[in-house]
């Protein structure tokens, strides 16, 4: 009888929970990526992160006297009207681009029937990101949300500047444990956290979205187009194999940590691929509209490779059209007409 990963699973604690140790771990995994894809990674430093991304902003810097061969498009004209000489504005190329990580840690991330809960697989994943991005001098901030609590972190740069950001994607037991959050409040969060985005991201950065998308409304949608308009937005899926493909007869148990059920399943259902392959099919039109990118992500996934793999290449949507396939294929899902 399959069983879903439960907090007193044998040898399981690193398949429920991260600790800091874990994430500052994952360093090693950032260094080695960074290594691996030197040519792509590094090109961070001139605007490119793995792909052909927005170029960076520019920050203001001083004000001085107009000097021949200066751009007439910077000129400062109330320091001129007031000083009766023309000076212009100077600016600095921003030489980091901030990296914003927003990582969902609601009820339904911390769940998984193999490999890691959802929640830890998001965590990792998070941390191997911010690791790269720290490597290669960029600032790195973002948001971490649950029913319980709402962290975030102002993008900074260097090492030490990054352990804040790790200390909130550490394991929140109070939400894992939680039997009966407010079902109103869960559906609200993703679409609280693309509102925060949208107010936190500057010009030029980089921004993931790590979640199950599973409560992905139109007005979250509407916040994460808000920021695409100057920054990329990358949405990486997690999802579990009992999403993935048809229920087969049998009974399951589950449980949350605290408390185990059992599902008695009597037919076979394909109801869960269905939700999987619409969620999907919604990133696939998402990424065509307002030229978001990303990928899926398993809670069996062996990070480093998949990661490696899937940001060689520009991530675009056809990850996400393959995956599509796959779980039509799977379930015997016929195509719309």
């Known amino acids: 009888?399959?069983?879903?990963?439960?907090?007193?699973?044998s040898g399981s604690s690193s398949r429920i929970a991260v600790s800091l140790a874990d994430l500052i771990a994952q360093r090693r995994q950032a260094i080695k990526l960074c290594q691996g894809f030197n040519q792509n990674l590094v090109a961070l430093q001139s605007g490119n992160y793995m792909s052909k991304f927005h170029g960076r902003g520019i920050d203001f810097?001083?004000?001085?006297?107009?000097?021949?061969?200066?751009?007439?498009?910077?000129?400062?004209?109330?320091?001129?009207?007031r000083t009766d000489q023309p000076h212009t504005k100077i600016f600095r190329e921003e030489r980091e681009r901030p990296?914003?990580?927003c990582v969902d840690k609601s009820h339904s991330m911390h769940f998984a029937t193999r490999g890691c809960f959802k929640s830890v697989i998001a965590a990792n994943t998070a941390a191997i990101?911010?690791?790269?991005?720290?490597?290669?001098?960029?600032r790195v901030g973002g948001l971490v949300f649950s029913e319980s609590s709402h962290h975030e972190h102002e993008p900074k740069r260097g090492s030490h500047q990054l352990m804040p950001f790790l200390n909130f994607l550490t394991f929140n037991k109070e939400t894992a444990t939680s039997i009966n959050p407010k079902p109103q409040a869960s559906k609200l969060l993703l679409e609280q956290a693309c509102l925060r985005m949208a107010r936190l991201t500057k010009p030029g950065s980089l921004v993931f979205i790590l979640s199950d998308f599973l409560n992905f409304n139109t007005t979250a949608v509407k916040h994460l187009a808000q920021v695409s308009r100057h920054s990329q937005v990358i949405l990486l899926l997690i999802y579990d194999a009992i999403e993935y493909q048809t229920?087969?007869?049998?009974?399951?148990?589950?449980?949350?940590?605290?408390?185990?059920?059992?599902?008695?399943?009597?037919?076979?259902?394909?109801?869960?691929?269905?939700q999987l392959l619409a969620r999907v099919e919604d990133m696939i039109g998402y990424c065509k509209r307002h030229g978001w990118q990303g990928f899926p992500l398993s809670t069996e996934a062996n990070l480093f490779p998949e990661?490696?793999?899937?940001?060689?290449?520009?991530?675009?949507?056809q990850a996400y059209s393959q995956f599509a396939?796959?779980?039509r294929d799977r379930n015997a899902i016929q195509s719309p007409p």
């Open 247 to 274: 229920l087969p007869p049998g009974r399951y148990r589950i449980g949350d940590g605290n408390n185990t059920a059992t599902i008695d399943a009597h037919k076979p259902r394909s109801l869960m691929g269905s």
């Open 99 to 101: 990296v914003l990580l």
């Open 325 to 327: 396939l796959q779980i």
């Open 61 to 81: 810097e001083e004000v001085r006297l107009y000097q021949p061969g200066d751009d007439i498009r910077h000129m400062d004209w109330r320091v001129t009207a």
């Open 129 to 138: 990101l911010a690791w790269s991005a720290t490597q290669l001098g960029d």
């Open 1 to 9: 009888m399959p069983v879903a990963i439960t907090e007193n699973s």
């Open 307 to 317: 990661l490696k793999m899937k940001l060689a290449t520009k991530p675009g949507m």
